[in-house]
């Protein structure tokens, strides 16, 4: 093989090298849908509910490793005529939890992983009619893989307001008048030091999702890839 076809060679491995390891585009992980039909709940996001908020979602609902940057809830299924997302601050926080849809406790700081991480803190308010969703760009992109655990929301809200009206968004579980309809999300809420739980229900929500960075073991590899290919860089070079 001549030197030019060796630096050709050299240079498409690494075009190929840089493909692999690139990032994909966003993607979406919708956990909960079918929503329950005429039916919804205002807990966390609308009506002037202050406290503090968790909901679990099962790790086999996600397809692998992902970054998270987005978060959405989605008004379609029971309108209660509220025109504005009511106003006060969400704290909002994700973390990795060994806390499943039927074992999340009534103890608020058990249920939070090591890796908790504050994604959003802000007010929602916002104009509103019956069939729209509301959606949480996230500040601080959470790295999730399914393989360590469970993924938990937790959300502390302060001075929240309805003014407007209250807002039902989509939910799953609600199963002939009993809150233990599913085995993919489970909840605990109050506005107090310990909390009430509802196994096997949820809001549904759309995570906003892309592939998280390379392992270190990949881009070892291609840094080790790209090293070997040095002296045939090199002599390509030289008859230029």
């Not at 601050?89 to 504050?118: C, E, H, M, P, R």
């Not at 929500?205 to 840094?223: A, H, I």
Request: aromatic content about 10%; charged content about 10%.
């Amino acid at each position: 093989m001549s030197r030019t076809k060796l630096l050709l060679s050299a240079i498409l491995l690494m075009l190929l090298c840089v493909i692999t390891v690139a990032p994909v585009f966003a993607d979406d992980t919708i956990i909960g849908s079918p929503a329950d039909a005429g039916t919804g709940n205002c807990y966390p996001f609308g009506c002037a509910y202050s406290g503090e908020y968790q909901q679990v979602y099962t790790s086999s609902q996600f397809a692998g490793p992902v970054l998270i940057t987005g978060l959405e809830f989605f008004n379609t299924q029971f309108d209660y005529g509220a025109s504005a997302m009511n106003s006060g601050n969400w704290a909002i926080s994700l973390s990795t939890t060994s806390s499943d849809w039927n074992t999340i406790g009534t103890t608020y700081a058990n249920n939070v992983g090591a890796d908790n991480s504050l994604v959003f803190n802000g007010d929602l308010s916002q104009p509103w009619s019956f069939g729209n969703a509301l959606t949480i760009a996230l500040t601080n992109p959470f790295s999730y893989d399914p393989s360590q655990g469970n993924l938990l929301m937790d959300v502390n809200v302060t001075g929240a307001s309805d003014a407007n009206g209250d807002i039902y968004f989509d939910s799953n579980g609600y199963n002939a008048g009993s809150l233990n309809g599913n085995s993919i999300m489970g909840r605990d809420y109050s506005g107090g030091t310990d909390g009430n739980v509802d196994n096997g229900y949820g809001l549904v929500t759309d995570f906003t999702t892309t592939n998280p960075v390379p392992e270190p073991s990949t881009l070892l590899m291609l840094g080790t890839g790209l090293l070997g290919l040095g002296p045939f860089l090199r002599r390509g070079l030289r008859i230029l």
